[in-house]
């Protein structure tokens, strides 16, 4: 099963609508699609869309990179594709845009190749979750008006992006407990937006909001120095910007847990592989996993429900990175009702592209 033909290509993808998190505004994002063919006839595809601010390199450059290196993938036996990905690891410079995209295909099309959805092969342990559904920064009353929007459509789970004004932030989830009551879960992003002082103001003043996580209060340089806090604190922290792969996973658990929760996306860590490395040290650190994502296709978003589905430790999801694009390439992967998030049956990714 050699693979015989690869395409790379970008797509310019718009938002339906423009974000605003802790550090940058968001009108339309550029995912890199990836497509290998197959001697036997069978195809997979990828996507990816990363950050630099998070990972250090762009999307661009790992387009670049695939299309200079196009033959490097030409003759590979995709039956053994955990040592193609080993190797282009290396080969390309452990750029998680490549390897994602990578990834992906390959998994498609190994899965295709033997019949089963990708959440199968790795094991099915969760039918299905809830997502939760992203508010950017913005003030009270739009901040409100958004939410009842998604309250209207029955998401469950709301993540507010904050970390610009901690009176405003507080301001912002008093007001949406008042309005919603217990009929939403409420989770935060600060990304990085916070000193440790601010996280700890911020936890004695929100305690009775009942707040699920908060994603990366702090600083990537600080992520550590949350050893510090109480474990009352630490057991609401989910990873995100710091937890880039395995090895950083690693940093976090080690002898005095950082955090309680590891946030995991395919685009920084660079595939479904080290996904599944990164969940082996949460099961063995009781470590909670939430699965997030970037603004992605259906593509990507769908890999990283069969990743969360299959992995024990899974508790959250974070996976509505689809929703907002105005087009996308690729159709199914997923179902998605009221916000619950669940796998169709069909052989690899399960995606078809449009
Ligand atoms: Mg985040």
Redesign the pocket.
Known sequence: MKISGVQVWKEEMPLTRPYTIAYKTTSSITNVFFQIQCDNGITGIGSSYISKAVVGFTSDEAYESIQQNKDWFIGRDVRQFQQIVHEARIFFDNNPGVLTALDLALHDAFCKFIGIPIVKYYGQKIRGLHTSITIGIKNVQETLEEAQEYYDRKFKILKVKLGNNLEEDIERLVKLRENFKDNMKIRI?A?QGYSLAELIEFCDRTLDLDIELI??PVPVKDSLSTRSLSWDIRKLIAA?EYLVDAQSAMHLVQNEPACGIF?IKLMKCGGILESKAISTIAEKSNTDLMW?CNDESVISIAAGLHAALSSSNTKYIDLDGSLDLARDIAQGGFKIEEGFMTLTDTPGLGVELL
């Open positions: 992003d990304n994603e990366q995100d946030n997030g």
